[in-house]
Structures are given as C-alpha cells and as structure tokens.
C-alpha cells in the first residue's frame, strides 16, 4: 500500500492567518499518461462525514472557498488555507487514488490560536 | 441533488451477521461506482471496497477481502455492506460513498455514517 503521511498533526494559527498542510506520499501518485497527481484534500468536522475540498492535487471542488488551494506533484504535496476562518477548525485529510487501495493521511487538527 | 442516506446505529454482539444500508437518489446509480470506507474512534478513513451496480463488479481493498461483502440493489438504487461474523475489532464508524467519475478510490459524496459497535 501506498503509506501517506501528513506534517504536522496538529496546528493552531490566528484567524485571517494562514494555515499549511503537508502531506507525504511513499511512492509517487502522478499519472504519467495524463501527467495528474491522484490525490486529495477532504475536510472532517466532528460527526460528520468527510468533505472533497480539492481533487487532483490543485482543483477545488465546486462550492468550495478559493481560500482553499491545493498544491505540489509526485510525492509532495500542500493544502493552505490562506485566511483561517473560524468555520475552518476541522480535521484534514490528504488521500491518494493513485492504486488500490486508496489510502488516507493520519489526519491534521486545524485550531485557532 | 446527489444524497446518500445510510441506515442507523447498530450495536451487535461478536459473531452475529450485519448488514448496512445506503440509499442514493440525485444521480444515475447505474453509472457510478459506489463504495465503503471504515473510520475506526481517532483514526483516518479507509478505503474498503466499490461496486458498480450496473453489473455488480466488485474491487476490495484487501485489508477487507474476505470479511466483508459489498452488495447493490438497482431497482432501489440502495448499496449494502454484509459482515457474516463480527468481530470487536470492527467497531467503527462505516461510510458510504459515490465515485467520482473517472477513478477507483475517490469518493466525491459520502452518506452520513453508520456507527457500528460490536460488544460482548
């Protein structure tokens, strides 16, 4: 299985301040022939399911805020939230496709300072 | 509008069978795979398997294979998931989820969970 790690687990920032996500892939999940990266940034607030932020490493999702940016290609890869809003406190989640099985990050805690 | 809806709290003893529940109305069920993901107390979510209802392939993951069985009803647009046996160990919360259109293990709606709690 591909082994996805995200730094840090958890982090505090300021409102307005931003916020940034590394996530870590074991092998690369770029797609030569169509030259994408099969990964994915979901949001979690508490007792509620997983929400698709971004796909393909950069594509916000529809409805999602453009503070939301995704970034990176291969093995490394970035979610920043350039302005924390209060309403983004939540667990994120970085998720390959790449192959089966499709395997999720650890998780980072996204606080107010 | 894309809706899952999942079936309710379970709470079972270990070895007694189980199945799950989601329903789907909003898009064409027949045209997407549709999946599981278990989300054990703290931890991330993982991928356990799809299917396409049209013909019913199956693809698990194969951490679950064996365990589990994915099911999907079309004339009901409803997806299942059957565990024959439980153990303690699949004490989680499950999901449901459509894929998105054009990969394997990418879910781009998710039902609202189905807490699983198995318990001598």
């Known amino acids: 299985d591909i082994v996805m790690i995200q730094s840090p687990d958890s982090l505090a920032v300021s409102l307005g301040e931003r916020a940034t996500i590394n996530c870590e892939s074991s092998q690369s999940v770029l797609y030569s022939s169509n030259n994408k990266n099969h990964l994915a940034w979901y949001q979690q607030k508490p007792g509620q399911p997983p929400k698709l932020l971004i796909s393909?490493?950069?594509t916000r999702e529809s409805g999602v805020p453009d503070r939301f940016s995704g970034s990176g290609s291969g093995t490394d890869f970035t979610l920043t939230i350039s302005s924390l809003q209060a309403e983004d406190v939540a667990l994120y989640y970085c998720q390959q496709y790449f192959v089966s099985p499709g395997t999720f990050g650890q998780g980072t805690k996204v606080e107010i300072k | 509008e894309v809706q899952l809806v999942q079936s309710g709290p379970e709470v079972k003893k270990p070895g007694e069978s189980l199945k799950i529940t989601c329903k789907t109305s909003g898009y064409s069920f027949t045209s997407y795979w549709i999946g599981w993901v278990r989300q054990m107390p703290g931890k991330g979510p993982e991928w356990m398997g799809i299917?396409?209802?049209?013909?019913?392939?199956?693809r698990y993951s194969p951490s679950f294979e064996g365990h589990v069985t994915i099911s999907a009803d079309k004339s009901t647009n409803t997806a299942y998931l059957h565990w024959s046996s439980l153990e303690a160990s699949d004490t989680a919360v499950y999901y449901c989820g459509k894929v998105y259109g054009g990969t394997y293990y990418l879910f781009d709606f998710w039902g609202q969970g189905t807490l699983v709690t198995v318990s001598s």
């Open positions: 299917i396409y209802p049209r013909d019913s392939e199956t």
């Open positions: 393909w490493a950069s």
